[in-house]
């Protein structure tokens, strides 16, 4: 990497003055939500400039623009084309980088907004959802280093073809993370509209921690179980690359939650995190033929229709050689999937099929789990005790999850948090 920005802080390091850090600052849409909280945005930066340090900005739209464009898109079409959707929706972007990059001029300081063409964020061509390819760091790292505040519009690239691209919804996280990799970043500061991670949705438990270190893994786990705090493609980029990310509020110095490697976290737990979803529907197809090849044509059928299942249990068949096959997918999913589903009934032999909304997937993660038995015992035991019968079960290496009736939702994530002991630092 042609990097000024960090000769500059080998020629500090070698001259022993005052460390010089290279900080990528994201700022989501609440921090960015008014002209009042886009010139704190600017402060901010500002201030970690002035410590010395060389400061990337990257910024959402404001907050509910990205909703304001695509309503209109489907005002304007009932199904809008993708790539025509992608040139609107990037377009808040724009607007909060340039405003964001005129707060810090205003503010007394230095600045330059960049869209994700100028930066050359190469993505692949799949609009609305694109994945970054490439990224080319050498616009923002000569930026920085003329003593200017870059400031990035999160979430758009570009394609092959030059097409305006999107990340997906909360993509900006991506673009932070991902240019916190291509430009060596020493940390990637996600400023939120909450505080940090908790150990649980501080709405249903009210004694939830803020926690001061999460693993990548667990951040993975958490993020794809629900817990909204950062993209899912973030952490998997932040833990590919090693890229320290601390994700805090804008609206105060307090520190948030970093999510690090594994050997550099610090908190000793088996436990982490209880996370919740209620966005699944069971489905349960009565006495299937027990023969080879059923199992095999039922989740084939789904998945060529791209239909994603989590939670499978299959029964022991009875001696009529029948047995019943359950499985979750997406509430989404559902209208779209019954009619498919209802064939699958009839190619496997199934008796019938039952529905049930009405369940919650919770869960708890924690890299701990690998090295103690007896957790998932633990767990059907805490919930057990409050009366709350199972309906499935699934396991990964650090995560459980148990399917239980939806009206049970608060009182089994209060009775895992405290029951794991999360409620006590
Ligand atoms: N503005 C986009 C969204 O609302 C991207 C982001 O904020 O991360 O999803
Ligand atoms: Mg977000």
């Not at 400023?191 to 940090?196: N, S």
């Not at 229709?305 to 509430?331: C, E, H, L, R, Y």
């Amino acid at each position: 990497m042609s990097a000024r920005g960090i000769d500059a802080r080998a020629l500090c390091r070698y001259l022993r003055l005052r460390p010089v850090a290279l900080i990528v600052q994201k700022y989501g849409g609440t921090s960015v939500g008014t002209i009042d909280r886009i010139r704190n945005v600017a402060r901010r930066a500002i201030a970690t400039q002035k410590a010395g340090h060389d400061v990337v900005v990257i910024v959402s739209a404001m907050s509910g623009e990205t909703n304001r464009l695509l309503a209109l898109a489907h005002q304007a079409a009932e199904l809008p084309d993708a790539r025509e959707l992608d040139a609107i929706a990037a377009t808040g972007e724009q607007v909060s980088a340039a405003l964001t990059a005129m707060a810090i001029h205003q503010e007394g300081g230095r600045a330059c907004s960049l869209l994700g063409h100028q930066v050359k964020i190469h993505t692949d061509d799949a609009f609305t959802k694109a994945r970054i390819k490439t990224i080319d760091g050498t616009r923002i790292v000569d930026t920085v280093g003329q003593g200017l505040i870059a400031v990035v519009a999160g979430f758009q690239g570009i394609d092959d073809a030059g097409n305006i691209t999107t990340l997906g919804r909360g993509g900006s996280d991506t673009t932070a993370v991902a240019i916190a990799a291509a430009i060596g970043a020493d940390a990637c500061e996600i400023y939120t509209d909450v505080d940090g991670v908790y150990t649980t949705d501080p709405n249903v438990c009210p004694s939830a921690r803020k926690i001061e270190r999460i693993t990548y893994e667990e951040m993975l786990e958490l993020a794809s179980l629900g817990a909204k705090v950062l993209q899912i493609r973030s952490v998997e980029v932040a833990m590919k690359y090693q890229v320290p990310v601390h994700v805090r509020t804008s609206f105060s110095d307090a520190p948030g939650t970093w999510v690090v490697g594994e050997e550099k976290s610090l908190e000793d737990v088996v436990v982490t995190g209880v996370a919740y979803d209620k966005g699944e529907a069971k489905v349960q197809l009565l006495a299937v033929k027990d023969k080879p090849g059923a199992v095999a044509t039922i989740f084939g059928k789904l998945a060529a229709k791209n239909v994603s299942v989590d939670m499978i249990i299959q029964n022991v068949s009875t001696a009529a050689g029948a047995t019943d096959v359950t499985f979750t997918v997406a509430k989404t999913d559902l209208t779209r999937v019954k009619p498919l589903i209802d064939e699958i009934a009839r190619d496997v032999e199934a008796t019938g099929v039952r529905y049930d909304e009405d369940i919650v997937k919770v869960s708890i993660v924690g890299l701990g789990m690998r090295s103690h038995a007896g957790i998932a015992a633990r767990m059907f035991e805490l919930l057990a005790g409050e009366g709350i019968n199972i309906l499935a079960i699934s396991t990964s290496e650090i995560k459980i999850s148990c399917l239980i009736a939806s009206r049970y939702t608060e009182l089994a994530v209060r009775a895992l948090h405290d029951g794991f002991g999360l409620d006590k630092k």
